[in-house]
């Protein structure tokens, strides 16, 4: 079975801090996912990456930055914390590059509180 | 652009009912893929279906269902003889070659609640 997993269930941070949200996969996927999940607007991409130390925009970039220094692992990094970034956030994998049609897997999911 | 539109946003049914959920995809791509995910109370987004755009054919899963129909730009989910566990948020996907890294765009969702 293919495995993402989050570092943490629930996060309470606050305002000015910095956080970093882990994510690892087990099954040697390239692409790899951060979304944010907000009651009213479904799931939105932060970035994306599809290879060790590349990383893309996705589509609210703002306030955020990631890092995938190895394959497995993927951080979502929130350089100053604000109580707008109070959100669920999802961390998703999934195989081939330039392919359409494997399906992604995700995590838990991540419950970050800023306060 | 792409799009995808849940239009119903929470949905209350008893048990044993028969429930289906929207979904209507904008896309100017002739090649892509529809999926739906179920987000239980967990939290955890479970992959339910794959669909790409050349394949209209409808499929059946046990008590889910789901209607696929390219003239509406339409791919309808249903569930039959609803039951408590089918509670959870359901989303619907979609994929195109041109979307960077290709990654899902996902609808609003739709909360459905069975009670017994």
């Known amino acids: 079975d293919v495995k993402v997993t989050q570092s943490s269930r629930y996060l309470v941070k606050r305002t000015g801090e910095k956080v970093f949200l882990e994510c690892v996969q087990d099954?040697?996927?390239?692409?790899m996912f951060w979304y944010r999940q907000d009651p009213g607007l479904g799931l939105r991409l932060i970035y994306f990456s599809y290879d060790v130390k590349m990383k893309e925009k996705g589509d609210i970039p703002e306030g955020y930055s990631v890092s995938r220094e190895k394959k497995e692992r993927f951080s979502l990094i929130l350089e100053s914390a604000s109580t707008n970034q109070t959100s669920m956030y999802l961390c998703?994998?999934?195989?081939?590059?330039?392919?359409?049609?494997?399906?992604?897997?995700f995590g838990q999911g991540t419950r970050l509180t800023v306060v | 652009a792409q799009k995808v539109t849940q239009a119903q946003t929470e949905i209350s049914v008893v048990e044993k009912e028969d429930v289906t959920l929207d979904c209507v995809y904008e896309t100017r791509d002739t090649t892509y893929y529809l999926f739906w995910y179920k987000q239980p109370p967990s939290g955890e987004l479970v992959f339910l279906i794959r669909r790409n755009s050349f394949d209209e054919q409808n499929e059946i899963s046990g008590r889910y269902s789901w209607n696929f129909q390219k003239s509406t730009s339409s791919f309808n989910f249903t569930i039959t003889a609803s039951q408590v566990v089918d509670s959870a948020v359901y989303f619907c996907?979609?994929?195109?070659?041109?979307?960077?890294?290709?990654?899902?765009?996902f609808g609003k969702g739709t909360t459905l609640s069975v009670s017994s």
């Open positions: 099954m040697d996927h390239e692409n």
């Open positions: 996907a979609l994929r195109g070659p041109n979307q960077a890294g290709t990654a899902l765009i």
């Open positions: 998703a994998s999934r195989s081939g590059r330039f392919t359409m049609n494997t399906e992604a897997f």
